[in-house]
């Protein structure tokens, strides 16, 4: 049964807007360009995201798992909005939900799907995470991670991606490395789906926060990032197709057994987000 949600879409007069707020298409060959949404102040810039990206910040939704028209992947947007007098972080996502309803004319409903996934598991041997105790002034419904915070290049062979999140909490990955600080699992698998096909979901049991590093050979590095291209609706030169078809899907798996962990290919029911329409051209700022 279907769950039509086109009241949050069609009044957002009744919630915070930003202040200022104009799109653009993504023009690739200008440089010092980084992929992700980024702060400085009261301004928010989404740079290089698709339709589906801007949509998984407004519904606190992953992108893999929102469904359209093919260029709602593909095509890609520069978003600067300043956020209110008064206005926070914890409240873009619903400034994001009357953005793209007003500008997009965005509607969508919810369903669910039977999908592959990955489980994240305990792999047989020693469990070698380190847990850290929570930061005691630490508030929970305010730092809890969004994926907001200084997202770096995800896409292209080379490229690495860096969040950082409050009190010291952060995981990279970068230069053949995946190094975490301070985070749950779950946002662990959030971030590790940028280069997987399949939803990753925590399956492991723990809860605690936990620093660990795990080493990633050249070839399944190259592999990870090319992976996360295609996720991302990249097309890839003949060549670099041709090297990841050759690689194993199992890349993340393997590395992350070094500290007791490992990936599962299962299939499990999972909440969805279908676009039924939208401008490919939004109107004007």
Excluded at 62 to 76: E, F, N
Excluded at 203 to 231: C, H, I, K, W
Excluded at 234 to 259: E, G, I, R, W, Y
Aim: glycine letters at 6%; a neutral charge; charged letters at 20%.
């Amino acid at each position: 049964m279907r769950l039509i949600l086109p009241i949050l879409l069609a009044c957002p007069v009744f919630a915070q807007q930003f202040e200022v707020a104009s799109i653009r298409p993504f023009d690739p060959t200008l440089p010092g360009q980084a992929a992700g949404l980024h702060f400085d102040g009261a301004l928010l810039r989404g740079v290089g995201l698709s339709l589906r990206d801007y949509l998984a910040t407004a519904y606190r939704f992953k992108a893999v798992l929102i469904s359209g028209p093919d260029w709602t992947l593909t095509d890609r947007y520069n978003i600067s909005a300043t956020l209110p007098e008064g206005g926070s972080r914890a409240q873009v996502p619903e400034m994001m939900q009357a953005l793209l309803a007003d500008r997009f004319h965005v509607k969508l409903h919810k369903d669910k799907k039977e999908l592959p996934i990955f489980a994240l598991v305990l792999a047989k041997g020693p469990l070698k995470l380190k847990e850290v105790p929570p930061d005691p002034d630490a508030d929970p419904e305010k730092d809890e991670p969004t994926g907001l915070a200084n997202v770096g290049t995800i896409a292209g062979v080379g490229n690495g991606a860096s969040i950082t999140y409050a009190h010291g909490a952060s995981v990279s990955i970068a230069n053949n490395r995946i190094e975490v600080r301070k985070l749950p699992l779950w946002v662990v698998c959030r971030t590790l789906e940028r280069y997987s096909d399949r939803q990753i979901v925590d399956m492991t049991g723990l809860t605690g926060l936990y620093n660990f590093t795990v080493d990633v050979t050249p070839e399944d590095y190259q592999a990870m990032n090319l992976r996360s291209a295609v996720v991302r609706g990249f097309n890839l030169p003949p060549d670099a197709q041709k090297f990841l078809d050759s690689t194993s899907p199992f890349a993340l798996s393997d590395a992350l057994q070094q500290v007791g962990l490992k990936l599962e290919a299962r299939k499990a029911p999972l909440d969805v987000l279908v676009i039924d329409d939208a401008l490919k051209t939004p109107t004007a700022n």
